[in-house]
């Protein structure tokens, strides 16, 4: 049984993890507005991800005999000053979601919740995960510059995800 503190925790990071796919897929839209549909597209199947995420943890929460609760998911950005600033982005928020993930382990220890601390280790790696993927595009981004041929390049591997 989950404790109310723990059941809110789980909550915020649902809504967390589905305002994160509304993130991606704003970004995405933007990358279509700048022809960069290789980006897009990655971004897109990130925002599916983040939804995948979002539903982890509302299974998790009435399987543990807690209740899942729709809180309002807030608006995202949806201009970036270029393709760079978007994957910035992505990387910042990579991190901010590692943070909330260990914060909410620390729940769980605090609280001897050791089916919730079972359950966030799956995200733990995960996170291990997006921050790297996300830090190797924003080194390549920085890597090839403003050169246009390099970056239609970097986005047409993108577009191969």
Not at 45 to 54: D, N, R, S
Not at 73 to 97: C, M, R
Not at 113 to 141: M, R, Y
């Amino acid at each position: 049984m989950l404790s109310k503190t723990v059941e809110s925790a789980l909550n915020r990071q649902m809504n967390r993890e589905l305002y994160s796919s509304y993130l991606y897929l704003s970004m995405s839209a933007y990358c279509e507005s700048v022809s960069m549909r290789g980006s897009a597209h990655w971004l897109r199947l990130q925002a599916e991800e983040e939804k995948v995420h979002g539903m982890k943890f509302y299974d998790y929460l009435i399987e543990a005999g807690g209740r899942a609760s729709m809180l309002p998911i807030e608006a995202p950005p949806s201009e970036w000053k270029s393709v760079g600033d978007v994957f910035d982005t992505v990387l910042s928020h990579e991190q901010k979601v590692t943070a909330m993930i260990n914060d909410l382990v620390n729940l769980s220890i605090a609280e001897k919740d050791h089916a919730t601390n079972n359950f966030l280790q799956w995200f733990v790696k995960e996170q291990v995960e997006e921050e790297s993927n996300a830090g190797d595009i924003v080194s390549q981004i920085r890597l090839v510059g403003d050169v246009p041929g390099h970056l239609f390049y970097l986005d047409h591997h993108l577009g191969k995800r």
